[in-house]
């Protein structure tokens, strides 16, 4: 009776040896002990990729012969090849999901209205779709960089993060400077005052010039290229937002300015109306009864005083009438003056 056992071969039980290399073990009749499997009298174990072994066992000695033996190799090839192919096809499937879901992150990124929201969101996606034992945000604040979203398992025994200078030894740090992503090894080989625990291989992505996300593992691993990639597109995406939200941030306060000028020139146009009319409308007044008064009076002829008179009377008016358009003009730029001089003779 054979037995087919798909499993890792170092925990075999119904073999004296584990298999090494890609090759065949065969067994021979074991006297000891019946274990799970019962005594088998005989047996083949072959490997199966990288995934395990297949092991056959028969009760009887001698029961599988050379051709058995080929067909069992035969058999654990084609497993393999059907593990590795579902292998694949699992891990585009984990690579599609992550797509979309930084696409759908990505979306949300975008109608950002605050700065803390972008932290959030880029902290929250990162929750959603990596299973890294450390991940936080931090962003620039004057001269230093501080923690805004962090995350780690209990395991890595990182202390909560401190301000860090941009200029200092700090993963976070040499990222910000360099302008991309910084990977690290070994954590603990770095030479700063920063206590990292039990985190070995980490990695720092700048958030443009706005901050940093690092992520890190508790194994000497490399990290997935496609996950960094994704990362370095989430954080792209981040600064593209941040500086929209700067943009709009200084448009918001240029306008206020602006508004505030515009307030204090109507203030200002409208005390400066009253403050020149008054003294204006005298003037007008006195040239009124000036031009009257020269009517009646015998001068000699060619005397300049009825057409200064007149002059007088005229200009004021005139300029009364352009200080109360100004006054009531919605745009200060707007307003044309036109001076003329004339000399009186």
Not at 87 to 103: D, F
Request: glycine residues 8%; negative net charge; hydrophobic residues 35%.
């Amino acid at each position: 009776m054979f037995l087919p056992i798909l499993r890792e071969a170092q925990r075999q039980r119904a073999v004296p040896n584990a298999l090494c290399g890609s090759g065949r073990l065969d067994v021979k009749p074991c006297r000891a002990s019946p274990n799970y499997y019962g005594n088998p009298g005989s047996g083949v174990v072959v490997p199966v990729g990288r995934h395990g072994t297949l092991a056959v066992a028969s009760q009887e000695p001698q029961a599988i012969g050379p051709f058995d033996r080929h067909l069992i190799e035969v058999l654990g090839s084609y497993a393999a090849v059907v593990l590795d192919q579902l292998g694949h096809e699992q891990s585009l499937r984990e690579r599609q999901e992550k797509i979309e879901a930084l696409y759908e992150a990505t979306q949300r990124l975008l109608t950002a209205e605050e700065f803390e929201s972008v932290s959030t969101r880029i902290h929250k996606l990162l929750e959603d779709i990596f299973d890294y034992p450390l991940q936080n945000t931090g962003f620039v604040d004057g001269e230093s960089i501080v923690l805004d979203q962090t995350s780690a398992e209990h395991a890595v025994g990182v202390p909560p993060p401190e301000r860090r200078s941009t200029d200092g030894d700090s993963l976070s740090a040499q990222a910000l400077r360099a302008g991309d992503t910084v990977v690290v090894d070994d954590a603990g080989s770095l030479d700063n005052d920063v206590e990292y625990g039990a985190l070995r291989t980490a990695t720092a992505v700048p958030i443009g010039e706005w901050g940093v996300v690092v992520i890190g593992k508790t194994e000497v691993e490399a990290f997935d290229p496609f996950n960094l990639r994704l990362i370095e597109v989430l954080s792209g995406y981040a600064a593209l937002v941040l500086n929209r939200l700067d943009r709009e941030a200084t448009l918001r306060e240029a306008k206020e300015e602006a508004e505030e000028a515009s307030r204090m020139k109507s203030a200002l146009l409208a005390n400066m109306s009253h403050e020149i009319r008054t003294p204006l409308t005298s003037i007008i007044g006195f040239a009124e009864v000036v031009g009257t008064e020269t009517s009646t009076l015998d001068l000699p002829t060619g005397s300049p005083l009825p057409d200064c008179a007149d002059r007088i009377e005229q200009g004021g008016s005139d300029f009364s009438i352009r200080l109360r358009g100004c006054s009531t003009s919605r745009s200060w730029r707007r307003a044309r003056w036109s001076l003329t001089p004339n000399r009186c003779p």
